[in-house]
Structure formats: structure tokens, C-alpha cells
């Protein structure tokens, strides 16, 4: 099992940069990839990128590529999310997850078997 907490998150003006942090607890890190989604008020959970248990393959959902970058560090056991060029529509709560499938690149949220708690991005205009 693995737990997971994330930070960085906060409020920016729009064309700011960001990076959000995922913690995870136990020594089984690099067995998992991972995910991070995000959800706007009234909006499903909507994927927002992927990396494999490597950090060799990742994949981003149109609407942030170019403008994000997904990484991890085993040896520390969190995964990050630079954000840059932020705008507005970017708002939202942010999550970070793990699969138990150290390929897969799930765009899916209902693939993932844990998940952290959120933190807020705010991007005012």
C-alpha cells in the first residue's frame, strides 16, 4: 500500500508557473506509475498527465502539453508537476495517484488504486 501527499499548489496570475509535489510513503515507490488529475467545481475528475515506474514514458492530456512536465525521483519517492503558462481554466483541485501497473500510462481515473488528498491550484486572471 502507499500513501500520498501532495503540495505546491496556490494561487498565481495567469502566465505563472507553479510545481506540485507527491509525496508517497513505503519503499515500493518505483512499482507504481503515476497520474495526476485534476477537478474544477462542478466538473468531473478530468487526467492531466501520466509517467511509467521509470520516468522514461509519460503522457499529457492535449489541453496542458507544451505548458506542463511531469517527472519523478524514485530515490526520493515523489513524483512532481511543473506547471507553466498557466491560465485560468487551469483552476482546480489537483491529485496525484499510483497504479499497481508499473507501464501502464492510464488516462482513466477508475485505473488508479491510490490516491492523495489534493491541493488547490488558483490561477486569477
Known amino acids: 500500500q502507499v500513501q500520498l501527499v501532495e503540495s505546491g499548489g496556490g494561487l498565481v496570475q495567469a502566465g505563472g508557473s507553479l510545481r506540485l509535489s507527491c509525496a508517497a510513503s513505503g519503499r515500493t515507490f518505483s512499482s507504481y506509475a503515476m497520474g495526476w488529475f485534476r477537478q474544477a467545481p462542478g466538473k468531473e475528475r478530468e487526467f492531466v498527465a501520466a509517467?511509467?515506474?521509470?520516468?522514461?514514458?509519460?503522457y499529457y492530456a492535449d489541453s496542458v502539453k507544451g505548458r506542463y512536465t511531469i517527472s519523478r525521483d524514485n530515490a526520493k519517492n515523489t513524483m512532481y508537476l511543473q506547471m507553466n503558462s498557466l491560465k485560468p481554466e487551469d483552476t482546480a483541485v489537483y491529485y496525484c495517484?499510483?497504479?499497481?501497473?508499473?507501464?501502464?500510462?492510464?488516462?482513466?481515473?477508475?485505473?488508479?488504486?491510490?490516491w492523495g488528498q489534493g491541493t488547490q491550484v488558483t490561477i486569477s486572471s
Open positions: 495517484a499510483a497504479v499497481r501497473s508499473p507501464e501502464s500510462l492510464y488516462r482513466s481515473y477508475m485505473y488508479y488504486d491510490y
Open positions: 509517467i511509467n515506474w521509470s520516468g522514461a514514458s509519460t
